[in-house]
């Protein structure tokens, strides 16, 4: 409900860069009047001036959630952000900055948030979820999305990388502003940088059209199709086992194996026939290595134990079981990753 009531104070005009005793009197929520007080009326020592708003701020880098967060900034004089969740998508893919964006409703403090441009950060790294053209678009289409957050993958950019032009093209097309990212660069680089020329000529509207809109109506309609057809029909692990192991799937995703670096890197952002894969993924009592649920595929990748006659034993029975939830198992040993390439 909108509030009317007066203050006085020393009021700091931002405007005019001066300082002056006034009474400010809100009405509805607006403010209606400012009205100088003379020299000879009684001084006042407190101030009157407009709420700070953080320009640039992973919230999640605070160890706390929207709501909490906001109540600490606000009693600072912080009633707003530019928030980037960067982080927690780098973790929990889109579900997290969903989450940002439900928390933050929670309180009246003015979250602006963007959608993550780089998850992960880079191809070095092994995330918990990325983030490809197709997902930024979606965030993008979101009201409480505000922006493209911090495109840091500046070579991206400059070499015109297929995935991040989409993502800029995106923005452009959604009249959303694009925050950036590129310490270091100068003269033509930075001016590329700042605004780059459409892709393979033309327009970025028709760009946009060409190369962002009309493939993901195609995919929306594939996936459509597809999900009339299928159920997933599998359930996960009972609460507490659930638990359990989840602590070894986040142990073994800080730990991986090269062979499983080199199959993500294949896998991951949707680069297998537009299939999403997920990694380290709980399914019943199992623990799957990588995991494309809209085709109900498993990948495994198989290490030296698994030759051990007591292992051999356990990855069928472990196989048998997931083929009876539906999914298709597929089985390469390290050494077929990593020397066999064509063969995977």
């Given at each position: 409900?909108a ?8 009021l ?21 009047s400012i009205t100088?007080?003379?020299?000879d009326e009684?001084p006042?020592?407190s ?5 700070f ?6 919230i999640?880098s605070s160890?706390?959630v929207p709501?909490?967060f906001?109540k ?5 004089g ?5 928030s980037?969740?960067?982080?927690i998508?780098n973790?929990?893919?889109?579900a ?10 929670q ?33 993008l289409l979101k ?7 911090e495109m840091m993958n500046?070579?991206g950019v ?26 270091g660069?100068?003269g033509?680089d ?13 327009t970025?509207?028709a ?9 993901l109506?195609?995919?929306?309609e ?9 159920s ?6 009972n ?6 192991l ?22 991951r952002?949707?680069?297998?026939d ?9 399914i ?5 290595d ?8 498993i990948?495994e ?5 698994h030759q ?6 356990s990855?069928k ?7 009876k939830l539906?999914?298709?198992?597929i089985?390469?040993?390290n050494?077929?990753v990593?020397y066999?390439?064509d063969?995977?």
């Amino acid at each position: 409900m909108a509030q009317s009531f007066s203050v006085t104070g020393n009021l700091v005009d931002v405007f005019s860069k001066a300082i002056y005793p006034a009474t400010v009197v809100i009405s509805n929520g607006k403010i209606n009047s400012i009205t100088p007080i003379t020299s000879d009326e009684q001084p006042v020592i407190s101030y009157i001036l407009p709420g700070f708003i953080d320009s640039h701020v992973h919230i999640e880098s605070s160890m706390l959630v929207p709501s909490e967060f906001a109540k600490l900034a606000v009693v600072h004089g912080t009633v707003g952000t530019v928030s980037d969740p960067h982080e927690i998508a780098n973790v929990c893919g889109m579900a997290g900055v969903e989450f940002m964006i439900d928390n933050g409703k929670q309180v009246n403090f003015k979250f602006n948030f963007g959608a993550p441009s780089c998850v992960p950060a880079t191809t070095f790294e092994t995330a918990g979820a990325a983030l490809d053209s197709a997902d930024v678009h979606a965030l993008l289409l979101k009201d409480e999305i505000k922006y493209l957050s911090e495109m840091m993958n500046f070579p991206g950019v400059l070499f015109n990388d297929e995935e991040v032009m989409k993502k800029i093209a995106s923005a452009n097309a959604l009249g959303k502003p694009i925050d950036g990212h590129a310490p270091g660069l100068r003269g033509e680089d930075a001016r590329k940088y700042i605004a780059p020329p459409p892709p393979k000529g033309g327009t970025w509207k028709a760009y946009y059209e060409q190369y962002v809109a009309e493939p993901l109506a195609a995919k929306k309609e594939l996936i459509e199709q597809k999900s009339s057809n299928e159920s997933y029909g599998y359930e996960t692990a009972n609460p507490m086992l659930y638990g359990l192991l989840k602590t070894f799937v986040k142990e073994h995703r800080s730990n991986p194996t090269q062979a499983e670096i080199v199959l993500w890197e294949s896998l991951r952002g949707n680069k297998l026939d537009n299939y999403k894969f997920r990694r380290q993924h709980i399914i019943d009592s199992y623990i799957a290595d990588f995991v494309c649920l809209a085709k109900k595929l498993i990948i495994e990748v198989d290490g030296l134990i698994h030759q051990l006659p007591e292992n051999i034993i356990s990855d069928k029975e472990r196989t048998a079981a997931l083929n009876k939830l539906g999914f298709e198992v597929i089985r390469f040993t390290n050494d077929e990753v990593l020397y066999k390439t064509d063969k995977v």
